[in-house]
C-alpha cells in the first residue's frame, strides 16, 4: 500500500473523496478506513434508537460488534454478523471493492464476497472509539447552511427542503 495514503486515511476525520456508488445512509450511516480498521456504524434493523458499532482489522481480520452502549452483538456467534456483512458492504460501495481490499490486506475476486474471503476470528475493539469518531463525524456536518446538498445529512430521516 501507498504510504502516503495510509497517513491520509489514518489522519482523514472527514470524508474528501465522493463514494464510488451512492449509499443508502439510513443503514450504515458512518463507514470509514482508519486506525487500521474497516469500522463504522450500523443501524440495527430492529430497533431505530439502536445503533451497532462494527469493525473488522486489517491484516489479521479480527472483527468487532458491539452496541454503542459497549455491549456485545448478540448476532456475533463465531461468525461476522449481519452488521459486519452490512459494514462490508457500504465500505465497498463508498470506497470500491479493490480499495477496502488492499486496505484490509485481503484477495477478492472483482465482484466476490469481502466478508466470506476474511479468515480472522472475534477480538476485542471498543466502540466508544469508534462512536466518538462517529459523533465527531457528525459534528463536522453542522455547518453553514448551504444549498447544496450534503450526502451524509440523507442519514437524518427527513432533511426537508434547502431554503
Ligand atoms: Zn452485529
Known sequence: MDADEAGWERLSTVRVVPPARARKLAKVPF????DGRLQGVVSSGSDIGRV????ISAGDHGYNCRTNNNRPCGGLRGAPCKHLRS???EAVL???LERV???LRVEVAEGGDLVGALDGSPESADA????????RHLAYLEVPGTTV???????????????
Open 149 to 163: 446538498p450534503v450526502p451524509e445529512l440523507h442519514w437524518f430521516p427527513s432533511t426537508g427542503v434547502a431554503r
Open 31 to 34: 463507514v470509514e478506513l482508519a
Open 101 to 103: 481490499a488492499r486496505y
Open 128 to 135: 466508544a472509539v469508534v462512536f466518538s469518531r462517529f459523533l
Open 52 to 55: 451497532y458499532v462494527s469493525s
Open 87 to 89: 459494514l462490508a458492504d
Open 94 to 96: 463508498q470506497y470500491g
